[in-house]
């Protein structure tokens, strides 16, 4: 009997790890550059995928450096997920390239670009480095209009799916979960910022949530982006801008000196706001971010 005890132990123990070794395998190991790609993997993901992001939100993803901690990231993942539109160009491939990992090289099915699968703006520029810091496939920054983020929040579900067939019913939903309580926030977001005056921006990194809700871009600090603004520059547009209204908001990796002194001359508000959501958000909170940045340009009356 004891006998008969110990096997029937140790067959469910084996039973027990069998079944853990299938639910591990199942998941996915997802990396996000930033944590607005973080937050469509942790949605579209959720139950079926670890999230690592290898950028907080007041980083500038223009400049960053592959670092060890995001080498070892990668090493191991089965997913990375990028924004695109060469705005990693300067770090992420070099990373890529030394973690030696042949599932996330471009072209692979563990590669993923947000910026691939919509239609971009600006689309064209000159690539000219005297222009500053241009992107000729087009502004990379779509992770500031929540439609075009449905939409690759579909397309990342079908990525995941195609990695992990088993739970592609499970992505597929949390996907359209996603668009439908992105689709619950439009009315409003779109009733709050009718007839908004507009925005001065440090660089033309909201444009898509601008184009989205028809807002005004006022100006930009930067007149060559990347390049810091000159004296003269700010002094132009405060003379320019006399006797309108707006606001003027900036990131925090950009420094406050421009931003201030336009404001002073102008009288307007100022605003720091990360283009991201926190790190750790998913869904829900990149959409908090979005509503975050509704009410700073609604105030701008």
Same mark, same amino acid.
């Given at each position: 009997?004891?006998? @008969?005890?110990?096997? &029937? ?6 039973? =027990?790890?069998?079944?853990? =070794? ?15 790609? =973080? ?16 950028? &907080? ?49 471009? @072209? ?58 088993? =739970? ?50 006022? @100006? ?25 209204? @707006? ?7 950009? &420094? ?46």
């Amino acid at each position: 009997m004891f006998k @008969g005890f110990i096997v &029937s132990v140790i067959g469910a123990l084996l039973g =027990g790890l069998l079944a853990l =070794g299938t639910a591990q395998a199942a998941e996915l190991d997802v990396v996000a550059t930033s944590s607005s790609m =973080g937050a469509l993997a942790r949605t579209v993901g959720a139950g079926r995928a670890q999230v690592t992001v290898l950028a &907080s939100p007041d980083r500038d993803l223009h400049v960053l450096q592959a670092k060890p901690t995001m080498i070892r990231a990668l090493r191991d993942a089965d997913l990375v997920v990028a924004v695109g539109a060469e705005l990693e160009v300067g770090w992420l491939p070099v990373a890529i390239a030394s973690a030696a990992n042949p599932r996330i090289l471009p @072209g692979q099915a563990g590669y993923f670009e947000a910026a691939a699968q919509v239609d971009l703006l600006e689309v064209g520029s000159p690539a000219d480095r005297a222009l500053g810091d241009v992107h000729p496939v087009g502004n990379p920054h779509v992770n500031m209009d929540p439609v075009r983020m449905a939409i690759v929040a579909s397309a990342l579900g079908e990525r995941m799916a195609l990695l992990d067939p088993d =739970g592609a019913q499970t992505y597929r939903a949390n996907a359209r979960s996603f668009a439908a309580a992105t689709e619950q926030r439009m009315d409003a977001w779109q009733t709050r910022l009718a007839d908004t005056p507009g925005v001065v921006l440090y660089h033309r990194d909201a444009l898509y949530l601008l184009d989205r809700f028809g807002v005004p871009l006022l @100006g930009t600090i930067e007149e060559i982006p990347g390049v810091p603004p000159t004296a003269q520059q700010i002094k132009d547009l405060s003379e320019r801008l006399q006797g309108r209204s @707006g606001v003027i908001v900036y990131a925090p990796y950009t &420094s406050a000196q421009a931003p201030e002194r336009l404001a002073k001359g102008l009288g307007w508000d100022t605003r720091r706001l990360t283009l991201d959501p926190p790190i750790g958000a998913d869904g829900s909170g990149y959409l908090d971010h979005i509503d975050l940045w509704v009410d700073t340009l609604s105030q701008s009356r």
